[in-house]
């Protein structure tokens, strides 16, 4: 039988690539856990400043209006804390600046659980491939966590060594947990409306394939809603 898990964790770092991520991966989780006590913060790595359709669109309205997105997402989901870094979509790398930006902030909230995108998730079906940022973000947080995090002699100047215990991956081909999403499928749906810039007139069959989708999981569970990730323990 699949393993749910039900012990919020008193800390929590969610590192994900773009402003809408977070709420799709795992937003129900989050809200769960926030609502439940657990310190929640997000950190988001791009700005979706390349998340625009319209070839008007200047690329500094883009980003503010991304970020006043998420922000109301995170307001939804209850976060205690929101950080947005700002690389620019497609452009950005896996390297020692996005690292010790990450070391410095799982130092910083000492989470309990770091949880980002399984970057060994690549092909999805016949139809598309994980986008690389998302893989890229994947790798970015794994390599901040362990053993980076742990270790002073990594990135002395970004805080007091901090290990973490379990990494938890979304969008996983191999997910082993479950979180029972049912009393906040309604809090992420609300959370991922917030991206309106991403959804045009799509959010009624995007919130309808994002509850499939947690139904879906949920059967795996014997749940009504969860979301199923890849559980790493670290230590
Ligand atoms: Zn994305």
Known sequence: MAELWDEPPA??????????????????T???????????????C????KGSSDPAANREMVIERRADEARQAGATLELAGLHLLGRSDGEFDNDVPLRSELVGLMRTHRPDVVVCPDPTAVFFGAHHYNHRDHRIVGWAALDSAAPASGSSLYFPESGPAHQIPVALLSGSLEANV???IETTIDQKLRAVARHESQLADANDWFASALRDGAQHAGRQAGVSYAEAFR???LI
């Open 178 to 180: 479950w979180v029972d």
């Open 231 to 233: 559980r790493v323990l």
């Open 11 to 28: 800390r929590v770092l969610a590192v994900y690539a773009h402003p809408d991520d977070p709420d799709i991966s795992c937003g129900g």
């Open 30 to 44: 989050l809200a769960k856990w926030a609502r439940a006590g657990s310190e929640v913060h997000v950190v988001i």
């Open 46 to 49: 791009a700005a979706g400043d």
